[in-house]
């Protein structure tokens, strides 16, 4: 035994203690050496030999019960020993009694000191009963034993029940299989030792233990052949051709020993005399004479020192390798609980800064959807504010019926109302300004509603931008979040306002030259298409019904079919194409109006009018508006369509495109012809056939198809203005939002945390410290220490 060997040894030993004791698993996979063979070929008795302790239970019977696992621990002697390297029995006391260096430490006991082995005897039987039974039981469950002493080398061993073939006692039937599962396990580490025992006096072929061993270890490389009883062999035979390899290949060889027979044991030969006994045997005995310094217990520790020696050297680059992943696993974690050095002032101020920018950054890379955490399962930050914009506002908007709660009661007053003692001729124009205003103002609450979100949406963000280092710092996180909520609820008043103005804006002044309004004569011409096709619907619809009832009869009386009536709807086809002609994109205003007045549907409005012999100079047009032409002049155009029929308001939201063609042109003719000014119309011949009867009347009761027509036109002008304007706010609204609360916010988050915070007298409140993530950060700190030692004394074996 080199004293290289016993350095690893000892340093195994010390890494052992030092990673198993502290992360509480092995994970460093050490070597071990395990025992496996046959019941009573004399295991525990090889072991007792190593350890150079009478302290295993032995026997005849199935003594070893559960597995056994037996570390020796070098311990400085009291005696000034240097500790041993090659010897590794103790001569000098009685085998029995422990030396006053010497003792045992059971892992179920913990703290209780095992002084005398005979006792350590006793408590391994109570313990494998207290388990296994007392009725030759097998249990798995193994049994920890600690030997300290000057003499023993640092090894692990394990000692495990034998094998057996019948079951006896209280065993189950299925014994052998699961006794082999047992051994199986411990041996099956490959960076285990087997220690393969089989006695002498068996024939070798039928050794469990090589063929176990060689289950787990088919070229033989860590196993080592122990070959017991050897003065049991019958006499003229030799064992020379097993231990000098020829019967069976292993790499580490075949050893043989003598262990203390039965008698010997009831005779208490100790185990100094026994070894005496065993060195004599082979240095006498004619066959192994010449191999007496390859025989015995002696060469056995010899040789197992050796093994372990290369066995471990073999480990460690793999030992620190996993060292190394521990360690960085270790030290990434400590990291997460952040720098412990922030006693000092500066270092203070520093570290506040520090994670002051980075909440802020985070704040706004969440904004932006830079962060780096962003999640794939739910939207979050800039997505989410995005999607409140889109989805959530948008659709609010959407849903929104311009007109939906205006009666047509509610309408014929406020025309009625706007009247005053004037000509009921601009009665459209101003009621439809004064009824459109309450109808924007439904655009509001959905837009305070966005600002809400998004501000809502701000606030969850700024609760989910603390990096893991902030979680350290529970109040300065709290602080953090405070002031930017702070600042976020002031923000909040101004963009509310802001968007509260947008809408007070838009009531304020009805552009009803906008570009995209529908204007007057496109919603009539809207209303005239629609009547017309519902018109023609019914007209289509009763010669289908005719021409069912005729098919009925000719069925019935055997006539011929007609086929006449279909043409009689042609020339209606023909008049109701003026608004796809309008919407073919011809924006100039003459030659549409031409063909407005051409195509009859100024005549078959003012076929509507009550007052048909109102006239109107054709040569006034071009100084008054549409409306008055539609409502108060003949416009030189003759009454010659039929009386169109009441309105049914089925279409409410006319498609917009043809709406807003129409409406362009309109608008030109409208710019040209300015609104009328009342004296224009004193003159003119009155529509007021009306108006006597009006103030006494339920005004739902009788409405004329006049006022009907009036009804659907301001619906159709309010829809068509109600959509610019939600457009406007559509898309000013988010606009706002991300200018005055968003965009705002995160500018100035980082000045404004700084100026609240960034104070000397509040630093050591900020930074006061979590206490479970202290302590967490301590354990880690314990940890990575430990590894880091482990590492150094593996650095210092290579
Ligand atoms: P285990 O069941 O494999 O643990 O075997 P033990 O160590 O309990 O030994 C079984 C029996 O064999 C005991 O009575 C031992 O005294 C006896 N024995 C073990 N080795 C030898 C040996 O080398 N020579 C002789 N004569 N007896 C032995
Ligand atoms: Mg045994």
Not at 277 to 303: D, I, S, V, W
Not at 556 to 580: A, F, L, V, Y
Not at 708 to 733: C, G
Request: glycine share 6%; aromatic share 6%.
């Amino acid at each position: 035994m080199t004293s290289l060997g016993e350095d690893l040894l000892a340093t195994v030993n010390k890494l052992q203690d030092l990673v198993f004791n502290t992360i509480g698993n092995d994970s460093l996979d050490l070597p071990q050496i395990v025992v496996v063979g046959s019941q009573s070929s004399g295991k525990s008795s090889v072991l007792e030999n190593i350890v150079g302790r009478d302290f295993l239970p032995r026997g005849s019977g199935i003594v070893t019960r559960r597995p056994l696992i037996l570390q020796l621990i070098n311990v400085p002697s009291g005696r000034q020993d240097k500790p041993e390297g090659d010897e590794i029995h103790v001569p000098h006391t009685a085998a029995s009694v422990a030396g006053q260096n010497e003792w045992a430490e059971f892992h179920h006991l913990p703290g209780r000191r095992f002084d005398d082995f005979a006792s350590v005897k006793q408590e391994i039987d109570a313990e494998t009963a207290r388990i296994a039974g007392s009725n030759k039981g097998i249990n798995r469950q193994p049994i920890n034993l600690k030997i300290f002493s000057p003499h023993v080398l640092n090894l692990t061993l394990v000692d495990l029940p034998g094998l057996t073939k019948v079951p006896i006692g209280d065993q189950p039937s299925d014994i052998e299989k699961q006794t082999r599962t047992l051994i199986l396990e411990y041996i099956a580490k490959p960076n285990s030792i087997i220690l393969a025992v089989s006695p002498a006096n068996v024939d070798l072929v039928n050794s469990e233990a090589l063929k176990l061993a060689r289950q787990v270890d088919p070229m033989g490389r860590r196993t080592i052949g122990v070959l017991t009883k050897l003065d049991l062999m019958d006499h003229g035979t030799n064992a020379m051709d097993i231990l000098s390899g020829r019967v069976y290949p292993l790499k580490l060889g075949f050893i043989g020993m003598i262990n203390r027979s039965q008698q010997d044991i009831q005779s208490s030969k100790s185990l100094s005399e026994a070894l005496r006994a065993e060195a004599e045997f082979f240095q006498h005995h004619p066959a192994y004479r010449n191999m007496a310094n390859r025989c015995g217990t002696q060469f056995l520790a010899k040789t197992l020192n050796t093994t372990l020696m290369t066995h471990i050297r073999d480990r460690l680059p793999d030992i620190k390798a996993r060292l190394n992943t521990l360690m960085g696993q270790t030290q990434q974690e400590l990291a997460s609980y952040g720098n412990k050095q922030f006693s000092g002032k500066e270092h203070r101020g520093s570290l506040i800064l520090q994670l002051m920018t980075r909440f802020a950054s985070s704040f706004i890379s969440s904004i932006d959807g830079t962060s780096s955490e962003i999640s794939t399962k739910e939207l979050c930050g800039g997505a989410r504010i995005y999607y409140i914009f889109n989805s959530v506002f948008g659709n609010s908007l959407e849903t929104i019926d311009p007109t939906h709660n205006l009666t047509v009661s509610d309408i014929r007053t406020a025309i009625r109302n706007s009247t005053g003692p004037r000509p009921s001729l601009f009665v459209p124009e101003l009621a439809f300004d004064l009824l459109v205003k309450p109808q924007i103002k439904m655009l509001e609450a959905p837009s305070q509603r966005c600002v809400e979100l998004v501000y809502e949406e701000l606030i969850k963000i700024c609760h989910t931008c603390g990096s893991q280092e902030l979680l350290r710092f529970p109040r300065l996180q709290g602080k953090l979040i405070e002031v930017v909520s702070d600042l976020l609820r002031e923000r909040l008043g101004p963009c509310s306002g802001y968007v509260e103005s947008l809408i007070s804006i838009q009531r304020a002044y009805i552009n009803t030259n906008h570009p995209n309004f529908l204007g007057a004569a496109a919603a009539m011409s809207s209303i005239i298409q629609n009547r017309q096709d519902q018109e023609r619907k019914a007209v289509l619809a009763e010669e289908k019904r005719k021409r069912e009832k005729r098919r009925m009869k000719e069925l019935g009386i055997n006539g011929t079919p007609e086929e006449t009536e279909e043409q009689h709807t042609e020339p209606k086809t023909q008049n109701m194409s003026i608004r796809g002609q309008s919407s073919k994109g011809n924006r100039s205003m003459s030659p549409h109006h031409g063909r407005l007045a051409e195509n009859g549907i100024t005549s078959t409005l003012n076929g509507a009018e009550t007052n048909p012999q109102a006239g109107f100079g054709s040569g006034n047009m071009s100084r008054d508006s549409f409306l008055n032409y539609f409502f108060g002049k003949d416009g030189g155009v003759q009454s010659q369509g039929p009386l169109p029929h009441a309105p049914q308001s089925q279409n409410k939201h006319p498609s917009h495109t043809a709406e807003s063609s129409i409406g362009q042109s309109i608008r030109r003719a409208e710019l040209r012809s300015p609104m009328a000014r009342p004296e224009d119309y004193a003159v003119l011949p009155e529509l007021g056939g009306d108006i006597p009867s009006m103030p006494n009347e339920n005004p739902d009761a009788a409405l004329s198809d006049r006022e009907m027509l009036e009804t659907e036109l301001i619906r159709r002008l309010i829809s068509s203005y109600f959509n610019i304007v939600r457009e406007t706010i559509a898309d000013q609204v988010p606009k706002a939002i991300m200018h005055l609360l968003v965009n705002h916010s995160k500018e100035v988050v980082q000045n404004r945390l700084v100026s609240e915070l960034y104070k000397e007298d509040l630093f050591g409140d900020l930074l006061y410290e979590d206490d479970s993530i202290k302590a967490e950060r301590e354990k880690c700190e314990r940890l990575l220490e430990t590894y880091k030692e482990a590492a150094k004394i593996v650095g210092e074996v290579l």
